[in-house]
């Protein structure tokens, strides 16, 4: 086989995975979310699941699917062993989904324009044609499944890391979104939070496999510099919640206040304050 039919060949496998790489991706979160049992019936596949994930970094119109699959997957590859690599999957989940969520504010002030109806049949005929599953996303802040997805890896987000996942644009007239990582007495994180730009809405997720006491309850604290706790509600030590912020807190919701996680009776503290030990807590930094 000489140079020219070699080089031939090559272009017409790569246009051939090309042109597969959407249907493999949209096969494998089908596939990952039909087992019942994942860590049996993955672990041999994570190798081909984390090729499929390196092929759509380089992709921008693949990545919603590659959300979708690293949502699907997680956070098993961590319990296989593959700390690093997955390290790396949620470091690249969160920069994407972070340009979504600052592009997303752009497009706000851009006047909306109806195209043609050519351009509507065109995208219905191919909808109507395509067999992959169609996903829509909400930004970054809103979306419970994509923090679910980010909070596992508590090694990735340390105040440090977090501050180095994204170096991207702040629109001058937003302030910069939040974070927390709250950890237990060892160091280990155990729950994480994300505060919305407006500061009016937390959401946090358990970081670590929590198993709550029915007989307490997971109350959550704002700790502003010099002054007392203030409880921003029950949370779940199982799920995302998220939390609408009193008005009255507004103003002490910055990058100088702290969250916290109390153990309280059945249906929270009942004094106001912190009755029982704080099992997690943790300062709030920019994004």
């Given at each position: 086989m000489n140079a020219n039919t070699w080089q031939h060949e090559q272009q017409k496998w790569t246009d051939a995975f090309e042109r597969r790489l959407p249907d493999r991706l949209a096969w494998a979160i089908r596939y990952v979310g039909e087992q019942h049992d994942p860590d049996k019936s993955l672990a041999d596949h994570f190798d081909s699941l984390a090729m499929l994930l390196q092929a759509a970094h380089t992709r921008s119109a693949l990545h919603p699917l590659a959300l979708d699959l690293i949502e699907a997957l997680h956070p098993w590859p961590t319990r296989w062993g593959h700390w690093s690599a997955w390290e790396s999957e949620l470091r690249f989940a969160a920069e994407v989904a972070?340009?979504?969520?600052?592009?997303?504010?752009?497009?706000?002030?851009?006047?909306?324009?109806a195209p043609p109806a050519k351009v509507w049949e065109g995208i219905e005929a191919r909808l109507s044609a395509s067999r992959k599953p169609v996903t829509e996303h909400a930004g970054i802040w809103q979306n419970l499944a994509f923090w679910r997805t980010f909070a596992i890896a508590s090694a990735a987000l340390a105040a440090a890391s977090m501050a180095g996942l994204v170096h991207l644009a702040q629109a001058p007239s937003?302030?910069?979104?939040?974070?927390a990582r709250l950890n237990a007495e060892g160091g280990q994180a155990s729950f994480v939070a994300a505060v919305?730009?407006?500061?009016?809405r937390v959401t946090i997720v358990p970081a670590a496999l929590l198993s709550g006491d029915q007989q307490k309850a997971f109350e959550l604290w704002l700790i502003p510099p010099g002054d007392k706790p203030h409880s921003l509600g029950l949370i779940d030590p199982s799920r995302p919640v998220r939390i609408n912020v009193p008005k009255s807190l507004l103003p002490q919701v910055n990058s100088n206040a702290e969250l916290a996680v109390s153990l309280e009776p059945p249906g929270g503290s009942p004094t106001g304050q912190p009755t029982g030990p704080v099992i997690a807590n943790g300062k709030l930094a920019s994004l």
């Open positions: 972070s340009w979504e969520a600052r592009l997303g504010r752009l497009a706000e002030g851009i006047p909306a324009v937003q302030s910069a979104p939040l974070l919305s730009e407006g500061g009016d």
